[in-house]
């Protein structure tokens, strides 16, 4: 069984590399309250998030309007 604390996202606006390694790793909580503050500035942003990530954390992301993707591995 997964454990929904092991997921970890990358909130990244376009100007940066989408990479993980120079994104800091936060829960979704802060991922998703970072997320929402940019976006609300007007600003885009998107959410990289690891495999542990449950179906509801990104139904979230998408019913706000942030645009996710799976973080690349390795």
């Known amino acids: 069984m997964t454990d929904i604390r ?3 996202f990358y909130v990244l606006e376009p100007d940066d590399p989408p990479t993980p390694s120079d994104a800091i790793p936060v ?3 802060d991922a998703f309250k ?3 503050k940019l ?3 007007g600003r ?3 959410v990289l998030y690891t495999e542990d990530a449950t179906q509801i954390q990104l139904t979230r992301f998408a019913a706000a ?3 996710t993707s799976l973080a690349p591995q390795g």
């Open 65 to 67: 309007g942030i645009r």
């Open 34 to 36: 970072e997320a929402e």
């Open 27 to 29: 829960s979704f909580e």
């Open 44 to 46: 885009a942003v998107h």
């Open 39 to 41: 976006t609300a500035s």
């Open 6 to 8: 092991n997921a970890t």
